[in-house]
């Protein structure tokens, strides 16, 4: 595919920035204030959406009640006992279909993919739809990239989706010199792409990140050669994404995959700048909580549920929002302002298993578990209705004795739950191309 060159990309972007995106300056600025400086900032935002949200007519109780207090101190105090908003609250008790309408409001409605159940429909203002396209920029300059960089993006084929791309979306696309691989058919014609596109570099690249390891792996495994500089950065996005799979990228394309989260509902809400380390929360337009099974604030290092709330959005009100996400922080990245950088992103709480005896198991574990297993380039496991587990396997398979091995070691870990090895050609994918490694049937 021909780019159009940077000098004129980079003008375009700039003029589409000027028009659709807000300034970022909040999120360049705010890590440079004091942590009491920055829980004051923070304060006042939150206060100002309990006090906007409070005065509607969709208000919780607990809502109306917090819009009358005039201290960010005591906002602070209580903050940790307003509910936590669930997917279903927003599917019932706030319709987005109405809230435009409803509340007066310029924007858009939209929903998620689904691809863990229900879609979820909400509803961004028109500030909230700038603020998402500032976040997404500012966050992709910190990783590398320059408006003009032509960037690869291995993602999904509108087609493949039933969907048409409009004839403008297409020249946009090519303005901002995008290059869109389709990653739902995933093959050698995939990595053929990829490679005749990097003739374009330096490049930036971006993508699911099982689709970028594939492409990654089948590179490695044909010998395929890149030189340093051609690809300047890459993200991922959509899955989560492991250490090794940074690595392996890293192998092939001289740099690492770095983890930038988050989901349309909220759009960036974490990005990693710097390899091996914490994903930087993007405060202060985000404030996010890790609470645990009590719904109360997590310690350093333990798992818990990641609540996120907006202080620009006022259409859908997501106010201490479970995005049904697991991650930890360490201590070094908790002040007095609150969490500034998650530490491990576990998958989704839908991905944490919990055996008919009991014992829990993070996504996490069974990625640490399947690396130390050569003969398995990819997994799912899956907990069936009847407690038993399913294990999907992709890769070279076991020799006999490496079976009685492998079986040995989960049978020590797993006690009472049976569970199935099965080999299979391809590890299904859910319809929006994502590839779930862990899930409960239903």
């Not at 596109?197 to 990140?209: D, I, K, Q, R």
């Not at 491990?344 to 130390?372: A, C, D, Q």
């Not at 099965?422 to 590890?427: D, G, H, N, T």
Request: glycine share 8%; hydrophobic share 40%.
């Amino acid at each position: 595919m021909s780019i159009v060159p940077r000098a004129i990309s980079n003008w375009w972007w700039q003029r589409y920035l000027r028009r659709n995106a807000t300034s970022w300056d909040d999120l360049q600025n705010f890590p440079k204030l004091r942590p009491d400086q920055q829980r004051k900032e923070l304060g006042e935002r939150l206060l100002r959406q309990i006090r906007y949200f409070g005065a509607r007519a969709d208000a919780l109780p607990e809502w109306r009640e917090a819009s009358r207090i005039e201290s960010v101190d005591d906002l602070w105090r209580i903050w940790p006992d307003l509910p936590i908003i669930k997917k279903d609250d927003l599917r019932h008790r706030f319709p987005a279909a109405e809230m435009a309408q409803r509340f007066n409001l310029s924007g858009q409605a939209n929903c998620t993919g689904g691809s863990t159940g229900e879609p979820v429909h909400f509803f961004h203002d028109t500030q909230m739809m700038k603020s998402i396209l500032a976040a997404v920029t500012f966050s992709a300059i910190h990783m590398g990239w320059t408006p003009g960089m032509p960037t690869i993006v291995i993602w999904g084929s509108e087609r493949d989706v039933k969907k048409q791309t409009t004839l403008r979306n297409r020249i946009h696309g090519k303005l901002r010199n995008q290059i869109l691989v389709d990653g739902y058919n995933l093959s050698d014609k995939t990595v053929e792409r990829v490679f005749a596109n990097l003739n374009s570099g330096p490049v930036a690249m971006f993508g699911f990140t099982s689709m970028l390891e594939f492409v990654a792996r089948r590179a490695l495994e044909t010998n395929r050669e890149v030189r340093p500089g051609v690809v300047r950065t890459a993200w991922n996005g959509g899955e989560t994404l492991f250490a090794e799979q940074s690595e392996l990228f890293r192998r092939v394309f001289k740099v690492p995959l770095l983890n930038r989260y988050g989901g349309r509902e909220l759009s960036v809400m974490a990005c990693q700048f710097e390899p091996a380390t914490p994903l930087h929360v993007l405060r202060p337009w985000l404030f996010a909580e890790i609470v645990n099974d009590q719904g109360r604030p997590a310690s350093a290092g333990e798992i818990g549920r990641l609540l996120w709330t907006s202080t620009i959005c006022r259409g859908t009100p997501f106010l201490r929002y479970d995005v049904e996400d697991l991650g930890n922080f360490r201590a070094s990245d908790q002040s007095e302002s609150g969490i500034s950088g998650i530490h491990e992103l576990h998958g989704r709480v839908g991905g944490m298993l919990t055996l008919p005896g009991g014992k829990k198991i993070s996504n996490l574990y069974w990625n640490h578990f399947f690396k130390e297993i050569g003969e398995v380039a990819q997994f799912q496991v899956i907990l069936r209705k009847d407690g038993a587990l399913q294990i999907l396997l992709r890769g070279d398979g076991f020799s006999p004795h490496r079976e009685t091995h492998v079986r040995g070691l989960l049978a020590h870990f797993l006690g009472a739950t049976q569970f199935q090895l099965q080999w299979v050609k391809s590890i299904p994918r859910t319809k929006e191309g994502k590839l779930l490694q862990v899930y409960r049937e239903v």
